[in-house]
Antibody
């Protein structure tokens, strides 16, 4: 079974750094892109960026470029989303999702991780 | 950037009745070389991650009930729930993957029981 399991909820203060993770199993992690999607409280889905673990090629939504860093460690089948200095406005649920097809071939997202809730508050 | 819009923002439908959700893209998501529309639909129930319902605008994902159907081409698409069930209460999102690796979602449509 293809599965993505995300790290647990985080509570942080503004200015702190954070790295959340998404571990893939049941497939060849190296060959399939992982996307990150933000969902702010009570709001819709926003695509943040995507990474191809095979060569760590990462692409970002213009809205998130420079605000976050997406990385992957293919040796442990895990993708990451990190912030160097959190803001209160980063409070949201963050989902990882696998691009259905290999590499960056245009495809839909399936499956999705269970989500990681990040709360940033002083 | 391809901008996705959805209508209505929300709708309430009686059990067993039809629900229709519209999605529009700011430019065509139909790839002429393969005649495929690069459009997916997702369902998100409260407290859950999104779930894939339909891809290529009209192909139902395995295990999705056949009361869900997708149609449309180019810039205008529709998700139809032919006979609304209580378990269909959710927010529904369309997504374009034509401009992959840049993706965009619609703002979502909330479906409730009348």
């Amino acid at each position: 079974e293809v599965q993505l399991v995300q790290s647990g909820a985080e509570v942080k203060k503004p200015g702190e750094s954070l790295k959340i993770s998404c571990k893939g199993s049941g497939y060849s992690f190296t060959n399939y892109c992982i996307a990150w999607v933000r969902q702010m409280p009570g709001k819709g889905l926003e695509w943040m960026g995507i990474i191809y673990p095979g060569d760590s090629d990462a692409r970002y939504s213009p809205s998130f470029q420079g605000q976050v860093t997406i990385s992957a460690d293919k040796s442990i089948s895990t993708a990451y989303l990190q912030w160097s200095s959190l803001k209160a406005s980063d409070t949201a649920m963050y989902y990882c999702a696998r691009l259905w097809g290999p590499a960056m071939v245009p495809n839909w997202f399936d499956p999705w991780g269970q989500g990681t809730l990040v709360t940033v508050s002083s | 950037d391809i901008v996705m819009t959805q209508s209505p923002d929300s709708l309430a439908v009686s059990l067993g009745e039809k629900a229709t959700i519209n999605c529009k893209s700011s430019q065509s998501v139909l790839y002429s070389s393969n005649n495929k529309n690069y459009l997916a639909w997702y369902q998100q129930k409260p407290g859950q991650p999104p779930k894939l319902l339909i891809y290529w605008a009209s192909t139902r994902e395995s295990g999705v009930p056949d009361r869900f159907s997708g149609s449309g081409s180019g810039t205008d698409f529709t998700l139809t729930i032919s006979s609304l069930q209580a378990e269909d209460v959710a927010v529904y999102y369309c997504q374009q993957y034509y401009s992959s690796p840049l993706f965009t979602f619609g703002p979502g449509t909330k479906v409730d029981i009348k």
